[in-house]
């Protein structure tokens, strides 16, 4: 089992920049990779952004890259996602996931961390 705690969300003007961090613990040595996703009112939940445990790697959506930039720090077992420039259509409850394996499911979920965007 991982438990995945988020951080960090909160309410901030358009064009501002929140940092979200994700603190993993339990087995994190059967961790692939984690991600960054999120749902706002009334809509499905959407990937944001992912970065491998380790090594080199991540993705983002067309929506947020350039403005969002995902990290990790392995020895405090934590992924980080800046958010520069926020829109408010980013509004959202921001959640992340950890995958076992390449191309699996997203296995664990955190409990989400609301970010609200006010124009």
């Known amino acids: 089992q991982v438990q995945l705690v988020e951080s960090g969300g909160g309410l901030v003007q358009a064009g501002g920049s929140l940092r979200l961090s994700c603190a993993a613990s339990?087995?994190?040595?059967?961790?692939?990779?984690t991600g960054w996703f999120r749902q706002a009112p009334g809509k499905e939940r959407e990937f944001v952004a992912s970065?491998?445990?380790?090594?080199?790697?991540?993705s983002y959506s067309g929506s947020v890259e350039g403005r969002f930039t995902i990290s990790r720090d392995n020895s405090k077992n934590t992924v980080y996602l800046q958010m520069n420039s926020l829109k408010p259509e980013d509004t959202a409850v921001y959640y992340c996931?950890?995958?076992?394996?390449?191309?699996?499911?997203?296995?664990?979920w955190g409990q989400g961390t609301q970010v609200t965007v006010s124009s």
């Open positions: 996931a950890v995958a076992r394996r390449r191309g699996g499911e997203w296995d664990y």
């Open positions: 339990g087995r994190t040595s059967i961790i692939y990779a």
């Open positions: 970065i491998r445990w380790s090594g080199s790697g991540s």
